[in-house]
């Protein structure tokens, strides 16, 4: 039996994105075309492995029973569904949409290069009899959502958008995630029902992911929408999901009021780079009385040729702690100052007040906090350019000159402490140093 694969949109599309447009040319633009063509075929299937359970989406049994001998359809890969050898015409589309297919098929298993949520809706004739129908329906049906990426600020940002789609479908959900996130993620949704392995038995897998480029397989762009919009987008929601509530499991490190601080990221272009910042706000936050606690896993890492420590002024609370024991920290703290990444997205979820240090996305990019400090006044904003790939170039615009990085090296001081003055004030906190003035 030979696989196809099939798109939902043109994949001309695709095609044209890669310089390929002449070559669509040459070999038709029609589904038929796209069937039989060994070539769009190679093309999809090279794109396919973006995901690394590819192959095993690709050829694993077909879930689905449907009553006629040979025929069985699931929605574990996108749409899988398996026709015998005979006079079958299949016609795929969308419930209340168009018709994305609609040819004559026999001896295949067709599956849908799209991974994201389209309530589909099938029908296969024999002898141009309709012998089945379906249309997709999850309620009560066993669904898994399968996260592949180990980012931690990705994974979190999947999480609320898996519960609301819980909510909307009412099927029976399970969730697949980094063994690391799992017993925070049980803190923020004990709801889920966690698993430890991925199969393809369910009756629908959705395959939450942050591509940059054009693959077909999910409908976004990350560097066109926020984090937090992302995955509802990838499972046909809309709108910011709710947030999660945090439950503590351990006490404060200490009685005295302290402030969280992480100075690294996945890469040292996503840290800050003022010279000396980091020891000036540390400085500044001591002289208010509040204890400093770095908890970033390491103290030092070097990425990007670029060095990046602990503010001497900090006391030392790094190392390779638990998910939790991080979270109940940052539950505690007055306040956490970082970055944009995972430290950042764990304060968040558990509302802790996040003070974010970053010029080289937009603002609308992570999560919505007041306290975003960037300086729009140089070159910023590279992640969220589609022109440009800034997780594959230190700097897209200004590599190897002066300017190099100077969305990460032109934020002052100045503006992180208006930032930490505002929280303050809007959060009504009476630092240590001057509760005998109130």
């Given amino acids: 039996m030979k696989t196809v694969t099939f798109c939902v949109r043109d994949f001309r599309d695709f095609l044209t994105y890669r310089d390929a447009a002449d070559r669509a040319t040459q070999i038709g633009a029609t589904v038929r075309d796209l069937l039989n063509s060994d070539y769009l075929q190679n093309f999809l299937y090279r794109k396919l492995h973006f995901y690394g359970d590819s192959d095993e989406g690709l050829n694993a049994p077909i879930a689905g029973e449907t009553g006629i001998d040979g025929l069985r359809l699931d929605f574990n890969f996108g749409l899988r569904l398996e026709v015998p050898e005979?006079?079958?015409?299949?016609?795929?589309?969308?419930?209340?949409?168009?018709?994305f297919l609609d040819e004559k098929i026999s001896d295949v298993r067709l599956i849908?290069?799209?991974?994201?949520?389209?309530?589909?809706?099938?029908?296969?004739?024999?002898?141009?009899?309709?012998?089945?129908?379906?249309?997709?329906?999850?309620?009560?049906q066993p669904v898994l959502i399968a996260v592949r990426l180990n980012g931690l600020g990705d994974v979190i940002s999947i999480l609320p958008a898996a519960r609301e789609f819980q909510k909307v479908h009412r099927c029976e959900l399970s969730i697949l995630i980094p063994k690391y996130l799992r017993e925070f993620a049980a803190n923020?949704?004990?709801?889920?029902?966690?698993?430890?392995?991925?199969?393809?038995?369910?009756?629908?897998?959705?395959?939450?992911?942050m591509c940059i480029g054009d693959y077909p397989s999910v409908p976004v762009d990350i560097r066109n929408m926020p984090m937090e919009l992302v995955t509802g987008n990838i499972l046909g929601l809309s709108g910011y999901p709710t947030k999660p509530t945090f439950k503590p499991?351990?006490?404060?490190?200490?009685?005295?009021?302290?402030?969280?601080?992480?100075v690294?990221?996945?890469?040292?272009?996503k840290c800050w780079l003022?010279?000396?910042g980091w020891d000036i706000v540390v400085d500044y936050l001591k002289s208010l009385g509040y204890r400093i606690f770095c908890i970033d896993k390491n103290a030092q890492e070097i990425s990007d040729g670029l060095k990046i420590?602990?503010?001497?002024?900090?006391?030392?609370?790094?190392?390779?702690?638990?998910?939790m024991h991080r979270a109940n920290m940052l539950y505690h703290a007055e306040f956490f100052i970082g970055l944009s990444s995972g430290l950042a997205w764990v304060a968040n979820a558990v509302n802790c007040p996040v003070v974010m240090i970053c010029g080289f996305s937009q603002d609308w990019f992570e999560f919505g906090t007041p306290y975003r400090v960037?300086?729009?006044?140089?070159?910023?904003?590279?992640?969220?350019?589609?022109?440009?790939n800034f997780m594959g170039n230190i700097c897209p615009y200004h590599g190897g000159t002066k300017r190099e990085l100077e969305c990460q090296k032109k934020i002052s001081p100045r503006q992180v402490l208006d930032a930490i003055e505002r929280l303050i004030v809007d959060r009504n906190l009476v630092p240590p140093a001057l509760k005998n003035f109130v």
């Fill in 374 to 388: 960037a300086n729009r006044n140089v070159c910023n904003g590279c992640l969220s350019d589609v022109r440009v």
């Fill in 264 to 269: 690294q990221a996945s890469n040292a272009r």
């Fill in 188 to 209: 923020l949704y004990p709801e889920f029902n966690f698993v430890d392995e991925m199969n393809f038995e369910n009756y629908a897998t959705y395959f939450p992911t």
């Fill in 274 to 276: 003022y010279p000396n």
């Fill in 112 to 140: 849908s290069f799209e991974k994201y949520f389209i309530r589909w809706q099938v029908e296969v004739f024999r002898d141009d009899k309709k012998i089945f129908a379906h249309e997709l329906d999850l309620e009560n």
């Fill in 249 to 262: 499991t351990a006490p404060p490190v200490t009685n005295e009021p302290y402030v969280c601080i992480a």
């Fill in 309 to 323: 420590c602990k503010p001497e002024g900090a006391e030392d609370f790094t190392g390779d702690f638990s998910i």
């Fill in 86 to 99: 005979g006079n079958f015409r299949v016609k795929i589309g969308e419930v209340g949409g168009e018709t």
